[in-house]
């Protein structure tokens, strides 16, 4: 059974890659920009010629050379003058971040927030999460600034030239828009989980789809035929620096990474990736950087990305009638290359035909194509060297172990012009030979009907499955695929073997060449997933050692506190008598009371330790959350004596809650607790104090958050600690968040922060539903 569940995925992921690589192509201008600029032999009219070609992108560079203030009057300017001042790489960069844009811009889909406010049937608020691009373009595009300006701040390293590593930067996370262009409403989920979880977003992707948008950015650059130091930066950016392989931008790689984590920590735009625990001065020093340059830049990059932005108008909608326009002149092409091969096939021989199709067909092929491409290849040159006939590709691969054949074939089927209509996957019967048994010398047609009867229901798309044939394709070593055909005249058997041994070298080397890619990304992301489980187990250490460094300071707590009770109660007692002796007001009194305050303080102090070294155990009974929340707040505004015009406290409910079995003592007072802490922070409008019930985990959230100053690293790391505070002498002795950590866990229930400096804190509180009694 799991044998069959992992089959399955695994021809899940590769039809949702099969749906990346037929993705519209990146536009001829931009591919042809990247290689006139990368060469150092380019004239500057080649690029001029190239630039005015399109409209919109000569609009935008003149439009770059007037922000840009070249101090050239507008009535003045024209595209050669443009491109002399701009630069080639300034072209280059605005073209590729222009074209991509085009390519991506999808009615319905685009600019939208990633969290929207809806209603449910019963009116209340509810979250509706989408892949905000907007948002996404401004991260990508700080990515590629940061990249380029640490790499200018090092002109030392001639591995990180400026102009490519904002190139880099730019198309790292292109997987991301490839993956929700295909999947939208999977990719809404994968946002929901990353954006509930604050997790990083790849893992998400890879539970909630299969794959990571490493993994389908690489195979979108490869069909766009990018350069192959982009293809990498954009399948392995974010991997340790240690374990990247030993290539000649390996630094380049890296360097993505750093700014990536430095966009991301400076809050800019929308990546999806909540993991900023890394230090960028550290990382700099693991690529040989220098760690004030690489901080200095993050005073330059909101102002430069804001300069960028306006100059590549990129908030700007992009224009639908140009995109089709340009769609509608390349289908025009199409068609008029298409007529010019007919008119070549009518007046060519069949010999010639046949030549000219093996001929065209090595031509068309590209390195990595994947197994549904070379037999769409195949299908298109059949109906150009066979004519225009229906025509079915069948194809059986190996299980996951590849040892037995696999059970179901992938059956691909196309027009009479070769256009592709349909492709599955379709289980065989028992009964039905393996593909690799069937064989033919080309001499006698093989019926379909006769051998593979079983298919005709799934060949949907033939007229007369009665009159189908079947050509097996030989690849060397034996069949690799059968072609179903309804041509009624073929080419003599001598003339067929050229074609059948192309096109069936072309289909076993696809699946050869797809293997082997599999295996590639399997590794990268085992990689990436030892890599986490590395750090995962790192983590895990650091909590044993903090817990037994907790367990021995409960036992001393445990001891102190009993040595020093008795003591405590002579001190208290006899300076109570002494207080009440002394004549009120007097010096001698005033300390007499000083010692009483103080001796109850030590008590409270002592109390707390008891309760740190035996944490009590919640007496469970079913308790109504809204009223507990309802009277915690009330508490807290008449325990901090809360006026009309201070800052308030609001409880909001996103849905009835349903009573849950729980301590009310021991919860309350962690709410208490999370609550004062959250007005010692002096927060700017309010806190909030929200609640729902999570019954896909069956858990219930509560949340405290505020907009208060917040937390540094070092406070976050020590918040939980017995007796830490930030504040100054005089401060209380720091049990409010361990007490509340210490009731929670007593509930198997999680208490976490996530707070930063100027931007507030958020408290969450996640107990189980199902407690028992």
């Known amino acids: 059974m799991a044998t069959a569940t992992e089959s399955a995925q695994s021809r899940r992921i590769e039809l949702i890659l099969h749906q990346i690589d037929s993705l519209p192509t990146l536009p001829a201008i931009?591919?042809?920009?990247?290689?006139?600029?990368?060469?150092?032999?380019?004239?500057?009219?080649?690029?001029?010629e190239l630039v005015s070609s399109d409209q919109t992108l000569t609009a935008k560079v003149l439009s770059m050379c007037r922000k840009a203030d070249r101090g050239v009057r507008d009535n003045a300017m024209t595209i050669d003058k443009a491109v002399v001042l701009l630069g080639f790489n300034a072209i280059r960069n605005a073209a590729l971040s222009i074209k991509v844009f085009e390519v991506f811009d999808n009615p319905g889909t685009g600019s939208q927030n990633l969290v929207t406010n809806q209603c449910d049937d019963d009116g209340q608020a509810a979250l509706s999460y989408h892949f905000d691009r907007e948002?996404?373009?401004?991260?990508?595009?700080?990515?590629?600034?940061?990249?380029?300006?640490?790499?200018?701040?090092?002109?030392?390293?001639?591995?990180?030239?400026?102009?490519?590593?904002?190139v880099c930067g730019l198309m790292h996370d292109v997987g991301k828009l490839a993956l929700d262009y295909v999947l939208p409403k999977s990719y809404a989920r994968v946002i929901e989980l990353a954006e509930i979880n604050h997790g990083k977003i790849a893992e998400y992707e890879r539970r909630v789809m299969g794959l990571d948008h490493h993994t389908a950015g690489k195979r979108l650059s490869e069909q766009w035929l990018l350069p192959y130091w982009i293809q990498d930066c954009i399948w392995l950016h974010g991997s340790e620096y240690s374990t990247l392989p030993k290539l000649g931008h390996k630094r380049m790689i890296g360097l993505v990474s750093l700014a990536d984590l430095i966009v991301r920590r400076s809050h800019i735009g929308y990546s999806g990736n909540f993991a900023i625990d890394k230090d960028p001065a550290e990382v700099a020093k693991e690529l040989g950087l220098n760690p004030k340059s690489v901080s200095a830049i993050t005073h330059q990059l909101h102002e430069e990305l804001q300069q960028r932005s306006e100059v590549l108008g990129l908030n700007d909608q992009p224009s639908r009638e140009l995109f089709m326009a340009s769609i509608q002149q390349a289908n025009q092409a199409l068609g008029r290359l298409n007529e010019a091969l007919e008119r070549r096939t009518k007046i060519a021989s069949r010999q010639a035909v046949i030549l000219d199709a093996v001929s065209k067909f090595h031509h068309k092929a590209t390195p990595g194509r994947s197994i549904q491409d070379a037999m769409d290849e195949v299908a298109a040159s059949a109906a150009f060297a066979?004519?225009?006939?229906?025509?079915?590709m069948l194809y059986q691969g190996r299980d996951i172990g590849g040892d037995q054949p696999d059970k179901n074939w992938l059956v691909s089927q196309?027009?009479?012009?070769?256009?592709?209509?349909?492709?599955?996957?379709?289980?065989a019967p028992t009964f039905s030979p393996e593909m690799?048994?069937?064989?033919?010398?080309?001499t006698a047609p093989m019926n379909l009907m006769g051998v593979l009867p079983w298919?005709?229901?799934?060949?949907?798309?033939?007229?007369?499955?009665?009159?189908?044939?079947?050509?097996?394709?030989?690849?060397?070593?034996?069949t690799v695929a059968v072609m179903a055909y309804s041509h009624q005249s073929l080419p003599s058997a001598n003339q067929l073997v050229a074609l059948n041994t192309t096109w069936g070298a072309a289909i076993a080397a696809a699946a050869q060449h797809e293997g082997s890619r599999r295996i590639g990304e399997d590794l990268a992301t085992a990689n990436r997933d030892l890599a986490d489980a590395n750090n995962a187990l790192a983590d895990a250490k650091d909590k044993l050692l903090h817990a037994e460094s907790m367990a021995k300071l409960g036992e001393m707590a445990a001891g102190a506190a009993h040595e020093m009770n008795n003591p405590l109660a002579v001190i208290s007692g006899r300076s109570q008598l002494l207080a009440m002796s002394l004549s009120p007001g007097s010096k001698e009194q005033t300390a007499a009371q000083t010692i009483v305050d103080q001796s109850q303080r030590l008590s409270d102090l002592i109390t707390a330790m008891r309760m740190f070294a035996d944490p009590p155990k919640p007496e469970l009974e079913i308790t109504d959350v809204t009223s507990l929340l309802d009277s915690v707040v009330k508490t807290v505004k008449i325990q901090l004596r809360l006026s009309e015009g201070k800052t308030p406290i609001s409880l909001q409910l996103k849905s009835a809650l349903t009573p849950v079995p729980m301590d009310p003592k021991q919860i309350g007072q962690a709410v208490t607790d999370l609550l004062i802490n959250a007005m010692q922070s002096l927060p700017k409008t309010a806190v909030h104090v929200t609640a729902f019930q999570d019954l896909t985990d069956n858990r219930l959230v509560i949340q405290v958050i505020d907009d208060g100053k917040g937390m540094d690293e070092y406070t976050m790391s020590h918040a939980m600690?017995?007796?830490?505070?930030?504040?100054?002498?005089?401060?209380?002795?720091?049990?409010?968040?361990?007490?509340?950590?210490?009731?929670v866990k007593a509930h198997n229930g999680r208490l976490d922060l996530r707070s930063a400096n100027s931007t507030g804190t958020v408290a969450t509180v996640s107990l189980p539903l199902d407690l028992a009694l």
């Open 30 to 48: 931009a591919t042809r920009l990247l290689t006139l600029t990368a060469s150092d032999d380019t004239n500057a009219r080649e690029v001029i």
């Open 135 to 166: 948002r996404f373009w401004r991260h990508s595009l700080a990515v590629g600034i940061a990249a380029e300006l640490i790499a200018a701040a090092h002109p030392h390293f001639k591995d990180l030239p400026p102009s490519e590593a904002f």
């Open 386 to 392: 066979l004519g225009k006939g229906y025509c079915a």
């Open 414 to 427: 196309y027009a009479d012009d070769g256009r592709l209509l349909s492709s599955d996957y379709v289980e």
């Open 436 to 442: 690799a048994t069937l064989t033919s010398d080309m």
């Open 455 to 478: 298919l005709a229901e799934h060949l949907t798309e033939a007229k007369d499955c009665r009159k189908l044939q079947l050509m097996p394709l030989n690849g060397g070593w034996g």
């Open 721 to 743: 600690d017995p007796f830490f505070s930030s504040k100054p002498a005089g401060r209380q002795m720091g049990m409010g968040l361990t007490r509340a950590q210490l009731f």
